[in-house]
């Protein structure tokens, strides 16, 4: 199953250049995904692209942190450890989404390609 995700232009950007290799997210999915759509939020406001989901880590945010973690600042999801932490306060577990054959459409499509008028707020899924 497929997922619409809103990410921020900066995140979505290093997505498609390959240098983020994991999305995080807060919640647990209810089923299992196999894609993820990307919705860049403004002032983008439109679908760039998507990727494949190769796996999910589900762990203790300090534990996650230590498995995506490249240097003292530096992560495989393109933050650092203040923007994990504030990201993730207070949660009894954080997600990782491992990013797969990310592509980039030659052209940014609008959600109501996706049947959507508006962005979501965390996720949507998406049936083909």
């Given at each position: 199953m497929k997922v619409i995700l809103p990410i921020k232009?900066?995140?979505?950007?290093?997505?498609?250049?390959?240098?983020?290799t994991?999305?995080?997210?807060?919640?647990?999915?209810?089923?299992?995904?196999?894609h993820v759509i990307v919705y860049a939020t403004a002032p983008i406001s439109k679908v760039i692209g998507e990727f494949e989901v190769?796996?999910?880590i589900a762990a203790h945010p300090i534990e996650l942190?230590?498995?995506?973690r490249l240097?003292?600042?530096?992560?495989?999801?393109?933050?650092?450890?203040?923007?994990?932490i504030n990201y993730?306060?207070?949660?009894?577990?954080?997600?990782?989404?491992?990013?797969?054959n990310p592509t980039l459409f030659d052209k940014p499509?609008?959600?109501s390609d996706y049947g959507l008028t508006?962005?979501?707020?965390?996720?949507?899924?998406?049936?083909e």
């Open positions: 232009p900066q995140y979505a950007e290093k997505i498609f250049s390959g240098e983020k994991y999305e995080l997210r807060k919640h647990l999915f209810k089923y299992p995904i196999t190769s796996h999910i942190w230590n498995m995506i240097s003292e600042d530096k992560s495989l999801a393109c933050v650092t450890i203040r923007e994990f993730f306060d207070l949660m009894k577990y954080a997600l990782a989404l491992a990013i797969k499509r609008p959600l508006h962005a979501p707020q965390s996720f949507v899924y998406y049936d």
